[in-house]
Each structure stands twice: as C-alpha cells, then as structure tokens.
C-alpha cells in the first residue's frame, strides 16, 4: 500500500533550518505532484508548499516564500522540505501529501486534492 514518512523535525530556535524529509514507497513516485502542509495547535491545517510530479513546477503559501524550499528527488522517491530562518510562528506539525498527475508541471495547494498522507513531523520553535 502507499506509505508516506516524514522525518527531519526537531526542537530548534528561531532562525535555525532544519530538512524535512517524505520518503514514499508503494507507488510510483514520479507520476505523484507533492505538497507539504502544516497544523499548528487550535489551527486548521494550511497549505506550505508543493511541487510537481518533475519538479519543474513549484508553489508557495505566502508566510514561507523566500524562507522555505520545496524540492524532490525521484530516484530516491522522496520529497524534501527545507526550511530556513524559523520563526516561532512556524512551530507545527508538518505533513506532506501526494497526489497522481497528469502532466509534468501540475500541483496542488488544496488539501483536499490528495489521496494519500503521511503521519506528519513535528517542528517547534522556541524564540
């Protein structure tokens, strides 16, 4: 069955980065566009960022661009999510998502686009 994984969350302060990491297995990763999303506690889980099945194509929620970068690697089936300059606000649990597509520079920043979900990672901040 399709599993994705995240990794890569910590403890961290403010201005640190930090990579997260989904590695997927069970499908075939190169016709999946990815995305990431985060929930913050008592918040609705929002949009951060996605990418196409190529990674030709990628797209950023407004508070992370500049500061975070979304890229993937097919031959190893995972997507990475880099996150740079933390701010506390920024503290969440993050989830990526796949989604099959149909052409090489489509993506997704609506959740309820994708089909399958990892058990997310937790980033927290302290400032």
């Known amino acids: 069955q399709v599993q994705l994984v995240e990794s890569g969350g910590g403890l961290v302060q403010a201005g640190d980065s930090l990579r997260l990491s989904c590695a997927a297995s069970?499908?075939?990763?190169?016709?999946?566009?990815m995305g990431w999303f985060r929930q913050a506690p008592g918040k609705e889980r929002e949009f951060v960022a996605a990418i196409s099945r190529s990674g030709g194509a990628t797209h950023y929620a407004d508070s992370v661009k500049g500061r975070f970068t979304i890229s993937r690697d097919n031959t190893r089936n995972t997507a990475y999510l880099q996150v740079n300059s933390l701010k506390p606000e920024d503290t969440a649990v993050y989830y990526c998502?796949?989604?099959?597509?149909?052409?090489?520079?489509?993506?997704?920043?609506?959740?309820?686009?994708?089909?399958?979900w990892g058990q997310g990672t937790q980033v927290t901040v302290s400032s």
């Open positions: 998502a796949g989604e099959i597509s149909g052409t090489d520079t489509t993506y997704y920043t609506g959740s309820r686009s994708y089909s399958y």
């Open positions: 069970g499908l075939t990763f190169g016709l999946y566009a």
